[in-house]
């Protein structure tokens, strides 16, 4: 009997060890924080109120900011929507990824690691709503082959410029929008009402697990559809903004009303991470995807009504905007807020970009990043432990014009630009003198032109595209939507 019961005594001590050690394991596998990554469609960089922007509202983006960490040099990947999340999604700048055209839904590899497929080998769940843009279906590019768990949204992103489509990609399935023609301005169903849902249902149902969530919003961008009885366009509706050469003659407001509605719903998550008790266990990125659009432009806001490229304190404005690899086409606005690991208020000058997330997210997780990445961790940036690495170089391209930066120093290559009657292969700038790259240096520079040209030749590798299979099925969603409306 006595050896029974010390059997029974080891057997239970026995389960109880294992039961810690299982428990321990449990613990330190919730210990690696939820990942939610908010990317929105065009907000520029002085859009967001923080940055002093006195007509859009952003006051969800300014408390985040409030209990974060501001960056006041951080870039895209690219200087437009497709390749920019390919750079995102991918880790490699634009002299390696696979998608460097804005034409639609050109695909990624197969074989390419997103941040997605990395996070789900390291136990996540993970789920994607918005704006896919880097493989359509009928391609081997389309997210769910790429590490989501779940994906609802746009696949293509020329259908992504309705908001009123008849029907949004859950899975490469289609699911119908009620009441939806394929009209900009007008339909039942507002479709960022239902990827914003399905981005809260997702949150909910993985509460209990670790999870990245990917929310590449389309507002603001145009065209700029919005229900009327919308509490944000109401908030906006009367403000007497005129616009120039834009589809309706309300452009603006609708515009500040889309931004501000994404701004309420980003409110809404915080509110929903703290219900469910994980808010302390979750980082939390938002940013642009790419630089500003000079939209609304009149002889009073030469740089248009909301002045995405300048600073609304100086009037210094960041040369070129979308399309172009000045710093108006590549500098976005970037805040991460994560309790408990970030100093709340703080501001960080540290230059990065878009492959540097992937990098980032790895450390942060401690997986390996994939070979091919090309960016760093940031991580003791965001925490202010360790020491942060810097690039010996960061590399763009958009079209023929290149841009690449190191330290200081930024190179741009411009295509049959010519000054006094020859032609300008390269341009020179010392961002830290000249922000706004005003003063061309190249004369006065040749052997830091030289080693930043260099650089660039170094960065760039012919483009490897991903393969379309369907090409039917590809260009369906490329084409769905109605013919833009007349000019009003």
Sequence with gaps: MKKVLSLMIIGAAITLMVSLSCSTTVQKEKEKPNIIYIMLDE??????????????????????????????????????????????????????????GNSGGLPIRSDEETIASMLKNAGYTTGGFGKWGIGNRGTFGVPETHGFDIFFGYYDQVHAHSYFPEYLIKNSKEVMLEGNEGYYYKGKTQAQNKIFEESVKFIRDNAGKTFFCYL?????????????????????????????????????????????????????????????????????????????????????????????????????????????????????????????????????????????????????????????????????????????????????????????????????????????????????????NDPVETKNLADDNPGQLTKLVKYAFEAYNEPVGGKIYDKELYMKDHNINKPKPPRN
């Excluded at 859009?47 to 900011?65: F, Q, R």
């Excluded at 070979?371 to 810097?390: F, H, N, Y």
């Design 216 to 432: 590449p919003w389309t507002p603001p961008h145009g065209l700029w559809g919005i229900d009327e009885d919308d509490p944000s366009y109401l908030h906006f509706k009367d403000k007497p903004w005129k616009v120039q050469h834009s589809w309706r003659k309300d452009d603006a407001n609708r515009y500040a009303a889309l931004l501000y509605k994404a701004d309420r719903q980003i409110g809404e998550i915080f509110k929903l991470l703290k219900e469910l008790n994980i808010d302390e266990n979750t980082i939390v990125f938002v940013c642009g995807d790419n630089g500003g659009q000079r939209y609304f432009k009149s002889d009073e806001f030469p740089y248009g009504i909301f002045g995405p490229n300048m600073n609304p304190e100086t009037g210094l404005v960041f040369r070129g905007g979308k399309g172009n690899v000045y710093e108006g086409g590549l500098k976005i606005p970037m805040v991460v807020r994560w309790p408990g690991k970030i100093k709340p208020g703080s501001q960080s000058d540290f230059v990065w970009y878009f492959p540097d997330v992937m990098a980032t997210i790895a450390d942060i997780v401690n997986v390996k990043i994939p070979d091919d990445c090309d960016g760093l961790s940031i991580l003791p940036t965001l925490t202010g432990e360790g020491k942060q690495k810097e690039h010996e170089y960061m590399f763009w391209t958009a079209d023929r014009h290149w841009a690449v930066r190191s330290g200081d120093w930024k190179a741009v290559k411009v295509p049959d630009k010519k000054k006094d009657g020859k032609d300008v292969e390269w341009e020179l700038y010392n961002l830290k």
């Design 43 to 100: 907000m520029g960089y002085f859009e967001p109120s923080y940055m002093g922007n006195k007509k859009l509202e952003t006051p969800n983006i300014d408390k985040m900011a409030g209990e974060g960490m501001i960056f006041t040099n951080a870039y895209a990947g690219a200087t437009v929507c497709a390749p920019t999340r390919a750079c995102l999604m991918t880790g490699k700048h634009m002299g390696h990824t696979s998608v460097r």
